[in-house]
């Protein structure tokens, strides 16, 4: 499960940052449910303006500089571009540290603030080459925001879970007392159900805690009713708002696996067992003669079937960003050229065409 950090400028050289500004020359290697560290609020600049049509329940803004759109996240006063960069595929084996540092200088000359990492991405070393990679472009802190998630880590036993001395040795200090302290502004979960998220918001007003503001969760067109469902409920009554991850289905929405698993793709690739299963797998022959539909939706709209998914995923309540895994900047360039607009028509027609919207406890009364 996950916790999410806002760093202040400040602390950049303390312990609790060594792994992420790469002061380690060795990184321990980790995995499965997360913590995730931020960094410094950001700020809305003066010259950015407000769009009339922008989120119908979140406050969203167009950079002065792009036309990166951001929102808050959650009802937080942290603003975040509505597209992040994560660095599980990005900062993968396949990836190489120029090609890394390629697609993060493209994503933040883009707008995009929000670079999401995790102890377990490439066995660590994402983190230390996400933090080489800012300390060699020199932008400034403030500017930007870092999310980092721990749950696995060596193989010792205290080298694992949540616990305070997991938490303390291997990223930042635990969730309240690094807010308390001044090194962070904002903590959130990851891959938490409803009822545990409303569980440690109920702690920490019980006993005068920090409550986390958002959650990191899996979102697509096959995986939706905990964002379209229970983490609605969740903004409106503790404003904790929606992180998102995999808005193409590892890939499956691209169509690259409509004739097959290709040589060079993910699923062919040691340790993707579970992908090629999928994709092979009854339900996904089902889900991928949907997304030819869908991608005959796109061509009529002008965009791609990703630029399409991804702004499907950006129209859902409460999301406040949508993080995206490429690995090559082609793949960044189109997925950063979302579709603008995403009309109710749109939506309904997409619905239709899908089969699994989800219901609300409200339609489910009625």
């Known amino acids: 499960m996950q916790v999410s950090f806002a760093c202040t400028e400040h602390n950049l050289k303390s312990r609790s940052e060594d792994r992420l500004c790469g002061l380690r020359s060795s990184g321990q290697g980790s995995n499965g449910n997360y ?38 996240l959650g009802k937080s006063g942290l603003r975040v571009s509505c597209l992040g960069l994560g660095t599980w595929v990005t900062f993968g084996s396949q990836i190489s540290d120029e090609m890394a540092e390629n697609l993060m200088t493209i994503a933040y000359e883009n707008g995009v603030n929000l670079f999401d990492t995790a102890e377990v991405y490439a066995s660590g070393r994402a983190e230390i080459t996400l933090g080489n990679i800012i300390k060699k472009k020199g932008w400034r802190r403030s500017s930007f925001v870092i999310t980092t998630k721990i749950y696995w880590g060596g193989q010792a036993e205290t080298e694992r879970g949540l616990s305070r001395k997991h938490i303390i040795e291997e990223i930042v200090r635990a969730m309240t007392f690094v807010i308390n302290q001044g090194m962070a ?43 379209e469902v229970q983490l609605p409920e969740l903004y409106h009554k503790i404003g904790v708002g929606a992180m998102t991850w995999s808005p193409l289905a590892c890939g499956l ?112 009364r009625a």
């Open 35 to 72: 913590i995730s560290q931020g960094s410094v609020k950001t700020r809305e600049g003066p010259g950015s303006r407000q769009t009339p049509q922008g989120h119908a329940h979140m406050k969203e803004a167009i950079g002065r500089h792009t036309s990166m759109k951001y929102r808050n």
């Open 253 to 364: 929405i691209t169509g690259k696996y409509s004739d097959g698993v290709p040589e060079c793709s993910r699923a062919a690739m040691k340790g993707y067992q579970w992908l090629r299963e999928r994709v092979n797998s009854e339900e996904g022959r089902r889900q991928l003669a949907k997304i030819k539909e869908l991608h005959l939706l796109a061509d009529r709209l002008g965009c791609t079937a990703a630029q399409l998914a991804i702004a499907w995923c950006l129209r859902s309540e409460g999301v406040s960003s949508v993080l995206l895994g490429v690995s090559n900047t082609d793949q960044l360039i189109e997925n950063l050229g979302i579709l603008s607009q995403m009309t109710p028509q749109t939506v309904t027609e997409m619905d239709a065409l899908l089969g699994n919207k989800p219901h609300t406890k409200k339609e489910s």
């Open 185 to 227: 502004m904002y903590w959130g979960t990851s891959r938490w159900s409803a009822m545990e998220i409303m569980e440690a918001y109920s702690v920490a007003r019980q006993f005068n805690l920090i409550p986390p503001v958002c959650e990191q969760a899996e979102y697509h067109y096959f995986q939706r009713d905990k964002v």
